[in-house]
């Protein structure tokens, strides 16, 4: 294992650290328990964003904590779930007393912790509603996971309800709207290697070097199935269909087009994904409106991708354009 | 070789063909010669900024193309000079009749290619500069290179010069700006492993397990030194130690300090890296003013980092803070 780190049991304290200092005109870093707060704390009349989960998946969600999106991420372990001890301060620390949206990505151990964290919460008098993601159409009740897995959807979840919140909505409206995205969202993503758990020491699981994995999940969990390696267009196809097949996306339709890197797999190879996941789009007479392109919801250095569509509706693309102000994402 | 591609022949004109339609209200693609223009040509008045070179860096430079920042990037082969016949229509493009500044990396081959485009498109009544970015402190004489390479210090080039261009200044003062530039930043990278270039078909060096590689250049290039593998801390050290005695930065002075991802390095491990940079600085009375961390000078999937040190005055600060709107950079 060769990695830029120090010490396994200091790493994710270290990094979010280093991504407090040099994020400091967007974040506050605030330790024991290790949080990212948007600078400045709750605001004033404003639903409260708050998400978190495992390490190893950043930008996710440090980097989407500021103007426009999450109030608060609380990081766990490398692919661990935090604590409801490191959970609840996030609830309480982004209410301004017009209540929390916790945004969970479905993996058993987030969705407990967080429900723990929750009912913490509301004896403090922090009003929550959760919205739990479970947008990967790979596989169902997969390792880790009762249900779906929340994978890259929770960007469009955690954009779009944060500006929501950020016009001024209450708490049963942002809910609602969250819950709608994640109704609206598909990914489905493939690996082309594993990648390493600093704390393990060695690959989350062995890829042989001739095959990928299609439908894998964000640590590493089994997909689909293995097949022999093949053209980006090819591969491109066999994420795309299973997504517009569950959505049920037509003709005549916008969406939001979403690449998105596992960590380790140059920018350019996502283009090229990119334009073929556009031309299948554009085939079936569904209009690419909006785009994103690049490592949003990463597994350490997984060399790999997955595609999101979002439907869009006049007030998701209105949200979505909407400013907004983190380390990640900016416009 | 796993890649998530199609033919090695085509890899950079369809990867740049889906940016192109990713990135539609920022940029506009021309083939034959493979373009990537602002959007809506040259801005009447302004000075045209032109950068290119070998793909298998981005978003270096197509990334930077838009509002403030180039208004052409000229990309090459994979890790290969553009052609003067693919130059010259990026520099008559982005002349609106100010004159053009041509950003080059000081490659033997992009200075070649350049000079000779820069002859051709004067020859057509095109006025240009030219500024050689010559960064990286770790060696003189490399391979492909006489003299300094030109690494990530050249986001700082391509920003800062496109601030000026956009506030209107004329052609001599852009290119005082971009020198000026140039001659207050460093950069040094190391590498955890090696690329492979789709072409080639196999990593571009080799690199035991244990080992990295410190000074690496962004195409493989050798370094100064290979070591057992260190701590983040340790290697950070060995990059920022040789940045500050090259660059004499000392007590009271700001900085940009820019931490850069080679494209298959966890951004946490960016962010470790970056804490560590941040904290020598600080203790040698060094002010850091403003800060960039991410994959923005890449080598494919290379695993590695490099640390970019840019002395800041009040002009810099300003035109490094002036907005900008590009598919890489946006504020």
Known sequence: MKKLINDPEHVVAESV?????????????????LLVLRRGGAVHGKVGLVSGGGAGHEP????????GMLDAAVPGAVFTSPSPDQIVPALVAADSGSGVL???????????????????????GVTVAVVVVDDDVAVKDSLYTAG??????????EKIAGAAA????????????????????????????????????GPSFDLP?????????????????????????????????????DLEVGRGEDVLLFVNGMGGTPLSELYVVYRQAHRLLTE?????????????????????ASV?????????????????HTAALRW
């Open 148 to 157: 779906r897995r929340g994978v890259a959807g929770t960007v469009a979840v």
């Open 209 to 245: 070097e001739d095959e990928v994995e299609i439908g894998i999940g964000i640590h590493g969990e089994p997909g689909r199935r293995r097949i022999p390696a093949a053209s980006a267009d090819e591969i491109t196809g066999m994420l795309v269909d299973p997504i517009l097949e």
């Open 308 to 324: 999101t569509v979002l439907r869009l509706d006049e007030e998701f693309t209105e949200l979505w354009d909407a400013p907004v």
């Open 60 to 67: 996710l969600h440090a980097g989407f904590v500021g103007v």
């Open 166 to 201: 950020e016009r001024g909505d209450d708490l049963a409206t942002v809910a609602a709207i969250a819950a709608r995205v994640n109704a609206n969202v598909r990914s489905m993503g493939v690996a082309l290697t594993a990648c390493t758990v600093p704390h393990v020491g």
């Open 102 to 124: 916790a945004i969970v990505k479905n993996y058993t151990g987030d969705v407990l912790n967080f429900e723990t964290a929750v009912e913490l919460a509301e004896e403090d």
């Open 284 to 304: 079936r007479g569904i209009t690419v409106a909006r785009s994103l392109v690049g490592n949003y919801v990463t597994s350490l250095e997984m060399q790999g």
């Open 17 to 33: 650290e280093g991504f407090g200092w040099a994020n400091a005109d967007i974040v506050d870093v605030r330790t024991d328990p």
